[in-house]
């Protein structure tokens, strides 16, 4: 049942994870492994967190954390089960250097460093045409 990668079906990939439009921050699962996934999103004009030109912090700190969230739903779509819901428990040093505009692609790399009962502590990167953007640390938390 595994999908080739990427998966740059939208609709599929917002049915990895719990958000629903128009809060979904990710439109493609570029690459996947047991500890890292790579995620995409380009910058609409109908994004809730696109104004005045530039996608906004928070829309990028969202899309940080569902980057997160698709890897837990890919695990779990991979296993033939439903993906969990599941919360941002902390972020710690958050950096943003630059916002994206229109049109861009940000990719996002998460890499796993700790996963325990339901938590998920990770190391986030996202890059624009290979140029660091935003970078931070989050933990994310299962709903029981």
Do not use: C, W
Request: aromatic share 10%.
């Amino acid at each position: 049942m595994e999908k080739i990668l990427p998966i740059l079906d939208k609709d599929f990939v917002g049915s990895l994870i719990p958000q629903k439009f128009p809060f979904v921050m990710v439109d493609k699962l570029l690459s996947f492994s047991e500890n890292e996934v790579v995620a995409g999103l380009t910058v609409a004009e109908d994004n809730i967190f696109f104004n005045a030109g530039t996608f906004q912090e928070s829309g990028l700190i969202e899309h940080m954390a569902q980057s997160v969230a698709l890897f837990t739903g890919y695990q779990f779509y991979l296993k033939n089960e439903p993906a969990p819901t599941g919360y941002i428990g902390s972020i710690k040093s958050i950096t943003i250097a630059e916002l994206p505009v229109l049109g861009e692609k940000i990719e996002t790399t998460v890499n796993v460093l700790q996963e325990f009962m339901g938590v998920t502590l990770v190391n986030i990167v996202s890059k624009v045409n290979d140029k660091e953007i935003a970078r931070g640390q989050m933990k994310t938390v299962l709903a029981s």
